[in-house]
């Protein structure tokens, strides 16, 4: 990896974990429970029988108490990885080099927004 790679790696990592916190709305790690609770046994039912709508990015939740693969959270992460491409469009979040803006695609930002998450979790359970 380049110097030019690694900068813009760092550049969506950071970008992706402000979006993350800014959809969800929350600014200190004990807050993430209150902010994103696991769905109940009767919203997963409703979910899944199509009676109560997915997440999106202005009802952005993700369950973290089911596995990241449960279909509410792959809707969680299509919701996040459309909104952030299209932040970065906007120009809400400024990479360093004008041409990183073209580099952006939803499969990086699925991959970082992943890894972070995994980290999200562990703050999660830690309470």
Aim: hydrophobic fraction near 40%; glycine fraction near 4%.
């Amino acid at each position: 990896m380049s110097q030019e790679d690694d900068a813009f790696a760092v550049w969506l990592r950071v970008s992706v974990r402000a979006h993350f916190k800014a959809l969800l709305g929350f600014q200190n790690w004990s807050d993430l429970a209150i902010v994103s609770p696991s769905l109940t046994d009767d919203e997963r039912d409703a979910f899944l029988l199509e009676d109560m709508p997915p997440p999106t990015a202005s009802n952005f939740r993700i369950d973290f108490v089911r596995s990241w693969d449960f279909t509410w959270n792959k809707y969680a992460r299509y919701a996040f990885c459309t909104d952030f491409a299209r932040a970065v469009q906007s120009g809400r979040y400024k990479p360093d080099q004008p041409g990183w803006v073209l580099r952006v695609d939803r499969e990086m930002i699925g991959i970082a927004l992943d890894k972070y998450v995994e980290y999200a979790r562990v703050r999660y359970h830690r309470g």
